[in-house]
């Protein structure tokens, strides 16, 4: 299958389309280059617009405002780290930004804040300019089905990059294919939340795109279904969510027509593996490709152990909070959904690396070490986790390393690169995963909650859940410790344990007939989903998004000051952890009515001359 690899445009129209995107304020003032509508009135001028829509999914380009860690699609700092899913890492004054953002000090000024505004933006303003020249084609290139279904992938994209900045700031401007400089409309507002918007956008690319493509990375009708699903959990919309739910769950396929499912949970992470049947939609990511490194993942540039893998740069540790999520009942093998930090997993925190150290015996859910690196555990094939010596400042940063983002020792060669000449070994052709279909099946179980059937709800729970109870799933140990490439046993790695919610029938797990979401209720049930949410998709960027749309502030079903309540308690935990400085965070506070959103840019404010806003309590 032919790769789409949106980040290199068509060669002959390469000098054009870098006039039109030179400029990246494009709503404040005359380009300083525009697009020859001549040139490109064709077949192969749209698809090379189109092909530059397509390029910012990652969030990132060459020669972009800010640095690509500030940027990228993966949100590790907007949705992973300013929640409670990891620390920044590091050391203190490393990226003090970051820094800001952890700690919930963030202000308009913010040197992160602003480039990830403008790369959407820019990224909108591609996706209008295929809109703006399909109408322009004259020549018969481009038949009528064509032009629908490009436009269909236009405004899918623009639906894409519109959310994405929805998630952050709520309150964006809209700006669609009529907005321009020569209209003199540019000049725009953020009155309020654009959801409705970003629905019409996904609506039509949903009823127009094909079911497959004959390039991956492409969107389908079910990708666009699917972020119209998700748009409808962001507005509570649970009745208009419903369908489209259940219709990916019975009919959705991936791009290159495969069914959707559930595969073994590290092929998710693995660059040797991904494009599989749990991804709905892939943003695709390549290396030694002539490109210098800057088609890797290089949102996650920084993100990796200070030893091992790249041996740089120590940032995105998992928090205490997140490994303790992963505790369960050693009987029922279900989450503490209460108690979880009632006292930290046995951990190194403070304890050096030449110092024996044995990992803990008690029961966890396997997912743990397929998203954490911690000592005494295998870390891929790269060896046992050696600990202290593989962080950059345990005692700010904690003893846990990444390690969705990182590739395998054997298939570094070929899935790894020098980043820009500087960062060895730190791009990566790790593709992110911006839904995989055990996101769709939690949210089904959520809209099952809130109007359907506790039951169905049950059943799409212990479907994730199932996939994390099959042992061939698990991490094993080494065949031979000192050669970790060789091949795996068959012994876990430590007492992994997994149960059900209620009598579900599958041989690898507990059944727990009285924990069933019938018998325990409404509130059980949401908290059990929630639950399952934190520990299948964490450190993949959505959990501050998450607790946000949850929270009653916006309509979210838990009531107003839900996600102060939780992140509140995560501060306090944090701080209260033996041997853990956790200087960012003494004096971090969340504040209810201002940190659930991020605040505007104070560039945008000023270069629109206030038209707009910025979000209350900033």
């Known amino acids: 299958m032919k790769r789409l690899n949106s980040k290199l445009l068509i060669p002959g129209l390469m000098g054009v389309l870098a006039l039109s995107y030179s400029c990246k304020k494009f709503l404040d003032k005359t380009p300083t280059g525009a697009l020859n509508t001549i040139i490109l009135a064709n077949k192969a001028g749209v698809d090379g617009l189109l092909i530059g829509a397509y390029s910012l999914l990652d969030g990132t380009y060459t020669g972009q405002p800010g640095n690509t860690w500030m940027t990228g699609t993966d949100n590790w700092i907007y949705g992973s780290v300013a929640a409670d899913d990891a620390h920044k890492g590091s050391t203190p004054g490393d990226q003090p930004d970051a820094a800001a953002i952890e700690s919930y000090t963030a202000s308009g000024s913010n040197g992160y804040l602003n480039p990830k505004w403008v790369v959407n933006f820019g990224a909108i303003q591609r996706a209008n300019d295929v809109l703006r020249e399909l109408p322009l ?4 290139s481009v038949s009528p089905a064509y032009a629908t279904e490009v436009t269909a992938e236009a405004r899918f ?7 994405e900045m929805a998630k952050l700031w709520r309150n964006i401007p809209y700006a669609d294919e009529t907005v321009t400089y020569s209209n003199g409309n540019y000049n725009i507002g953020n009155p309020g939340p654009i959801w409705d918007k970003i629905e019409a956008d996904l609506t039509f690319a949903m009823n127009n795109l094909p079911a497959t493509q004959a390039q991956i990375g492409r969107a389908n009708k079910y990708a666009a279904e699917a972020f119209l699903a998700k748009a409808y959990m962001f507005e509570h919309k649970y009745a208009a969510a419903q369908p489209l739910l259940n219709d990916l769950i019975t009919s959705g396929k991936t791009s290159s027509g495969v069914a959707y499912a559930l595969e073994p949970y590290a092929n998710n992470f693995n660059p040797s593996t991904k494009n599989g049947p749990e991804g709905v939609f892939v943003i695709q990511t390549s290396v030694h490709d002539g490109s210098n490194g800057d088609n890797g993942n290089s949102g996650e540039t920084l993100n990796f152990a200070s030893g091992g893998p790249a041996n740089c740069c120590g940032f995105f540790q998992p928090s205490f909070s997140f490994v303790n999520a992963f505790k369960v009942d050693a009987t029922t093998g279900l989450p503490l959904l209460d108690t979880y930090n009632n006292s930290d997993l046995k951990n190194d925190q403070n304890i050096a690396s030449t110092t024996a150290f044995t990992p803990t015996t008690d ?3 396997p997912r743990l070490d397929w998203s954490v690196g911690r000592r005494g555990i295998p870390y891929l094939d790269w ?4 600990g ?3 962080c950059r400042d345990q005692a700010d940063g904690g003893p846990y390393s990444p390690i969705k ?3 395998y020792q054997a298939a570094q060669a070929t899935t790894s690169e020098t980043y820009e000449g500087w960062a060895v070994n730190q791009s990566t052709a790790n593709s992110y995963n911006a839904i995989r279909f055990a996101d769709v099946l939690l949210w089904a179980a959520e809209v099952e909650i809130e109007i359907g059937s ?14 994390a109870a099959d042992p061939t799933n698990w991490v094993h140990t080494y065949k031979d410790a000192t ?4 091949g795996y046993t068959t012994t876990p790695a430590a007492n992994y344990k997994v149960g059900f919610y209620g009598t579900y029938n599958n041989a690898n797990g507990v059944s727990n007939p009285t924990m069933g979401f019938a018998a325990q209720g409404k509130d059980f049930a949401r908290k059990a989903v929630q639950f399952e949410r934190r520990i299948e998709l964490g450190m993949e960027g959505h959990r501050f998004f998450d607790l946000q749309r949850w929270d009653g502030l916006y309509g979210g079903q838990m009531g107003s000051g839900f996600m102060a309540g939780v992140l509140n308690g995560y501060l306090a935990h944090e701080n209260a952890v033996p041997n853990f400085p956790a200087l960012l965070l003494k004096s971090a506070k969340f504040t209810a009515g201002r940190n659930e959103l991020y605040p505007i840019p104070q560039g945008q404010i000023d270069i629109t001359h206030g038209n707009i806003k910025q979000n209350p309590g900033y």
């Open 454 to 467: 506790l039951a169905t709800a049950e059943g799409y729970v212990n479907r994730v859940r199932a996939r």
């Open 483 to 486: 050669n970790p490439t060789g």
């Open 363 to 365: 029961a966890i859910d």
């Open 137 to 140: 084609v004259k020549d018969g």
């Open 383 to 386: 060896g046992i986790h050696p």
């Open 388 to 390: 202290q010596d593989w």
């Open 405 to 407: 983002n990182v590739y």
């Open 157 to 163: 994209l623009r639906g894409f990059y519109e959310s």
